[in-house]
Every structure is written in structure tokens, then in C-alpha cells.
């Protein structure tokens, strides 16, 4: 047990009971760690969970002895450092989540690696946080990392950064040297809230965590130095803006339906606060009711506000499925296909533009492609360059297009619903995270449609009109095409020349422009040959590539379904409801 957890319970008339009610009423701040590799990061959290009594005390045992420090001396890094691969190479990889406590505040911190190739995981910890702890070696001086960490702080609207000057006791603790360095850290957080938009209010404080100067105590070391000590700032830095007071926002996880008589909507608040009798509407059909009841494990609620879970039942029957948005009919959010984006690209495999991907917003997964991009951001000097695509832990900004209609804010106004995953389908991994920082109107008119679904509506929804692509040569390549065309997100279904059903008739290929076609898919009319080229056709446009060279085979296909019209074409976006 942690020793100021025994140092409560051991205070006579202090039950249990009154220490878990104390602990709750603390309101709780969460705040990441950023620094480049070796400015003692590491040591800083593990100095910081030391002085505040926050580790177990055989987990200090265990330490005693170890690590780099002199003899006598405690590594702190290895409190926070659990990996054996991080140990071994003296640098944090993972993004580590620690709780401690003190007499006034709790505190998660999310410890987050300084190596570049791990600035996804930084964007990460970062994504939920009040505040920023920022580390800088005073022998160093501002590096890009330091940059780097702070432009990604001010893209999350992290607002408050505490810039923790460190190893101070290794230049003598020199006023000027600290002085420089906060001259120019301040410029580059004036650049950065200059090319965000997202201004940072910066405090800097001198210390040095192996020593444990102005962590969790003042020293005596820097008599120049009157401000707080670093526990002292993370104790009064102010939290997130109040989500209670926001505008309600209730993404949609599950449909509850127990037996007939109930019908509820079960998530999670991401803002604003709900009561039996507001009015709401559904995004992003449209449609509206009341809230009913409030409903919980413990009984019905007569308020709820984030991030409370709650089951909501309305006064009618609305149909409301998994990714949904529920949201204040005074205020609602944006219904939009195309939005405009700062990314953080977290891949080793480059973004292509007009890729397939899926984009997970809240509870609710769309289709969607990157239509362009409009620059890309050189952390090293903080100026925009043309771009196009976005390499591994770059950053940069994007358009998006929504294959789906979906319901938006802005992240400026509402980080939780502002805010996106880019997802691989081929992989299923994370391969970016996104801020909303505009939105295109879109006008749902879904509702209230009747008779037959047109090829427009089609092509609405799946991303690419219908057609017939006529393919002749090597099967291994013909099925690379096939392949690519899948990952890309076209619905093509394969009919063989072989099938005595097609023969030579081109009445079957007129049967399948009017009804295969229609239906939205591409039909790949499909005749393998044993030469070396493949012929390719679609609608008046028509190609010969060399069958040797698959990757350019397939990029010719590619290029020639979008001069089809086929498939979509940069800006290509006039079939939209």
C-alpha cells in the first residue's frame, strides 16, 4: 500500500469509509508528459510518485540498487519504465497511464515516449488531457522534438503547458541558461498558436528531478526562481472547460431491448446535460422526440451530464441504431459528408489520396477517402509545404469525403465529437487520428424519400457509380486488379469468359451495363489470356499495359475508371444527394 494511502488510515477516528467519500469529492486532472529522448522524463514521474508517497513501497525495494544513478541513489525511472524493452534501451516506447493523489487533487498522467518514431503514441496520451507537462534539458536547449510535442499539444487544444525546464543542477543551476530557453520556447508557442489558430498559455519552471528541485518541494538551490514547484502548478492549473454546460451529445452504443414493453438507448454523455422533458433530435436522420426517462443501474435520473453512462428512453418510437447521435434539438450538430481536418499520420504505410478507409467517429464507422491534401506541416522550422501524402508521425491538413452522412462538430468546440480515427481495412489498424476543423454543410434529405432507389442514391452511398470493365490478359493479374479494386473500396462482382452463360454474345455485356451496372457494382467482364499485355475497357475508354509490370497495370485501371467516371476522380463529387 502506498504510504500516504497508510498514513490516512492510520489517522485516529479515519475510517475507510471517509477516506473513499474524501477521495471522491477531489475533482481530478489529467495531464501528459512530453520530452525528447534522455531530458529525464522518466525520472521526473518517478520522482514526482516518490515525493508524494504515490509507490508501493516494495515496488522501492525492488529498485534499490539498480539503474544508472550513483550508489546510494534511487533510479526513478524505473518506477514508470515497466517495459524490459524500454529498460533495455533507456527510452519509453508505450504510453503508460499512472494514478496518484494528493491532499487536494487527483491526477492521471499519461506517459508518453519523446523518440520521434513514437509521436503517434504522444498524440495519443495526449488526446485526453487538461494539461501538458513539457521537459526541456537545460544543456540542450529547445529541440524539434520540443516542437514537435508542443504543435501537437496546441492542434489537441491541450491549452495549458507547463514547461519543465530540467537537469538544472547539471549547469550549475544558471539563471541566464533558463532565462534562453524560456525567450525561446515562448517564440516557438507564439508560431505554433499563430499556424493552429490554438493559442497555449505556458508556464516555465526550473528543476531538476534527480535531485528533486521544485518537483513536489521549493529548493533552496535557485534563490532567483520565486515561483511554484511543479506539483504546486499541476495542483492549481484549472481543468477542461465544463462539458456540462456544453451542448448535449449522446453517441448511440447499444439498442436495449429486454422484452416489448422497453426500448432504450444506451452510451455514454459526451456533453452537455440531459433531463426527462428536454426536446432532442436524431442526427443524422433528422428526426425528434423527448426524453422519457432517464434510466441507470441505481434507478431513474431526473438530470444526467458527461461523461455519465446512461440508457435514455423517448416518449415515441424513433428508429435509433449504433452510431447515432442524439443531441439537443436547440443545438445540433452538423450533418455533413466532406470535411476539413488536421491529421496525425500514424502508419508506416504512406496516406494515398482517394483510399478507402474507415473513418470511426464516436460509436459510428463510415467509409471515406482523403480527397486532398492541403499542406503539410515542417515541425523543424513550423512552415507549410505542399504534400501528397503523409508519411509516419507526419502532420499535416486534409480534406475528407464521407462516403455516409454523419454528424459533426467542431473539434475547436467539442473535442469529443470533433474528433476521428482513421482506420485500414485491409488491416484493421489505427493508421491516423483527426481534429475536425471544418465542416461542409450537408442537407439530409434521406427522410422522407419514396419509390425506388435511384443509381444516384447508389453512388451516394458506395462511393462510385456502376459500369462494366472489360479485362483481357494474365489471370495473376487480372486477379491483382480485382484485389486492388477491393481494397479500394469498389463493389465489383467477376463474371469469367469461360462461363457458358457469356459466351460472345455482347448482348451479355448490355445486360450487364443495365442491370449489374445499375445496381451500382462493376462488373469485371473477365477473359484471361496467356500473351504479355493486358486490354482493359470502360464505357469509351479503353487502355493496353504492359502484364509484366503489375503495379503500373494496376495504376492504369485505376486512371482509366476515373476518366470512365467510374470511380471517383479528384473533385470527381457531383452524384452527392
Given at each position: ?250 453517441p448511440v452504443q447499444r439498442v436495449l431491448r429486454p422484452d416489448h414493453t422497453f426500448r432504450g438507448f444506451a452510451g455514454q454523455i459526451a456533453s452537455g446535460t440531459v433531463r426527462p422533458g428536454d426536446r432532442i433530435t436524431v442526427l443524422p436522420s433528422g428526426r425528434s422526440a423527448e426524453i422519457e426517462r432517464i434510466v441507470t443501474w441505481d ?114 468546440e467539442n473535442r469529443s465529437t470533433g474528433a476521428f480515427i482513421l482506420i485500414d481495412p485491409e488491416t484493421n489498424g489505427t493508421v491516423a487520428a483527426g481534429m475536425v476543423t471544418a465542416i461542409s454543410d450537408h442537407r439530409v434529405t434521406g427522410t422522407g424519400l419514396s419509390g425506388p432507389v435511384t443509381a444516384r442514391e447508389r453512388a451516394a ?117
Amino acid at each position: 500500500m502506498a504510504a500516504s494511502t497508510i498514513s490516512n488510515l492510520a489517522t485516529p477516528g479515519f475510517s475507510i469509509d471517509e477516506f473513499l467519500q474524501q477521495e471522491r469529492e477531489k475533482d481530478l486532472l489529467r495531464f501528459s508528459t512530453a520530452g525528447s529522448v534522455d531530458d529525464g522524463k522518466s525520472t521526473l514521474i518517478g520522482r514526482l510518485l516518490y515525493d508524494t508517497q504515490s509507490v508501493y513501497e516494495d515496488q522501492v525495494r525492488s529498485i534499490e540498487g539498480k539503474g544508472t544513478t550513483a550508489p546510494g541513489q534511487i533510479d526513478f525511472a524505473l518506477l514508470t519504465d515497466g517495459l524490459r524493452a524500454e529498460r533495455e534501451q533507456g527510452i519509453t516506447i508505450d504510453v503508460a497511464y499512472r494514478y496518484f493523489s494528493t491532499a487536494r487533487r487527483k491526477f492521471i498522467i499519461a506517459d508518453t515516449p519523446g523518440h520521434e518514431q513514437y509521436t503517434r503514441n504522444m498524440a495519443t496520451g495526449a488526446s485526453t488531457a487538461d494539461a501538458a507537462v513539457v521537459l526541456i534539458d537545460a544543456a540542450k536547449g529547445v529541440l524539434v522534438q520540443s516542437r514537435r510535442h508542443a504543435y501537437i499539444a496546441s492542434l489537441l487544444r491541450v491549452r495549458h503547458v507547463l514547461v519543465a525546464v530540467n537537469k538544472m543542477d547539471l549547469i550549475g543551476y544558471d539563471e541566464a541558461a533558463f532565462r534562453a530557453i524560456e525567450r525561446d520556447f515562448s517564440l516557438v508557442l507564439e508560431q505554433i498558436a499563430a499556424d493552429t489558430g490554438n493559442p497555449v498559455e505556458a508556464i516555465f519552471v526550473p528543476v531538476s528531478a534527480l535531485v528533486g528541485d521544485n518537483i513536489v518541494h521549493k529548493t533552496d538551490a535557485m534563490p532567483w526562481y520565486g515561483g511554484p514547484s511543479l506539483l504546486e502548478l499541476l495542483e492549481s492549473a484549472p481543468t477542461s472547460l465544463d462539458t456540462r454546460t456544453a451542448p448535449f451529445r449522446f453517441p448511440v452504443q447499444r439498442v436495449l431491448r429486454p422484452d416489448h414493453t422497453f426500448r432504450g438507448f444506451a452510451g455514454q454523455i459526451a456533453s452537455g446535460t440531459v433531463r426527462p422533458g428536454d426536446r432532442i433530435t436524431v442526427l443524422p436522420s433528422g428526426r425528434s422526440a423527448e426524453i422519457e426517462r432517464i434510466v441507470t443501474w441505481d434507478g431513474d435520473l431526473a438530470e444526467a451530464y458527461a461523461p455519465r453512462s446512461v440508457t435514455l428512453v423517448l416518449n415515441e418510437e424513433v428508429d435509433i441504431s449504433r452510431g447515432d447521435l442524439i443531441v439537443s434539438a436547440g443545438s445540433p450538430a452538423t450533418v455533413a459528408k466532406r470535411v476539413k481536418a488536421a491529421l496525425v499520420w500514424m502508419d508506416q504505410r504512406p496516406l494515398e489520396r482517394n483510399r478507402r478507409y474507415l473513418l470511426k467517429h464516436t460509436s459510428h464507422t463510415a467509409p471515406a477517402f482523403v480527397s486532398s491534401i492541403e499542406h503539410r506541416t515542417d515541425i523543424g522550422n513550423l512552415s507549410r509545404e505542399p504534400a501528397e501524402t503523409l508519411e509516419m508521425n507526419g502532420i499535416g491538413v486534409v480534406n475528407i469525403t464521407l462516403l455516409r452522412p454523419m454528424a459533426l462538430d467542431l473539434y475547436r468546440e467539442n473535442r469529443s465529437t470533433g474528433a476521428f480515427i482513421l482506420i485500414d481495412p485491409e488491416t484493421n489498424g489505427t493508421v491516423a487520428a483527426g481534429m475536425v476543423t471544418a465542416i461542409s454543410d450537408h442537407r439530409v434529405t434521406g427522410t422522407g424519400l419514396s419509390g425506388p432507389v435511384t443509381a444516384r442514391e447508389r453512388a451516394a452511398r458506395w462511393g462510385h457509380r456502376g459500369g462494366v470493365l472489360e479485362l483481357n490478359g494474365p489471370a495473376e493479374v487480372i486477379d491483382q486488379i480485382e484485389r486492388s479494386l477491393f481494397l479500394h473500396g469498389v463493389i465489383t462482382v467477376r463474371v469469367e469468359a469461360a462461363d457458358a452463360s457469356f459466351g460472345a454474345d455482347t448482348a451479355v455485356l448490355d445486360l450487364l451495363e443495365k442491370s449489374v451496372a445499375e445496381s451500382g457494382l462493376v462488373a469485371l467482364a473477365v477473359t484471361p489470356t496467356d500473351g504479355d499485355t493486358l486490354k482493359a475497357r470502360a464505357k469509351n475508354e479503353q487502355i493496353t499495359l504492359d502484364a509484366y509490370d503489375s503495379v503500373r497495370a494496376v495504376s492504369g485501371i485505376n486512371e482509366l475508371l476515373e476518366r470512365a467516371g467510374i470511380v471517383i476522380s479528384h473533385g470527381n463529387l457531383d452524384w452527392e444527394i
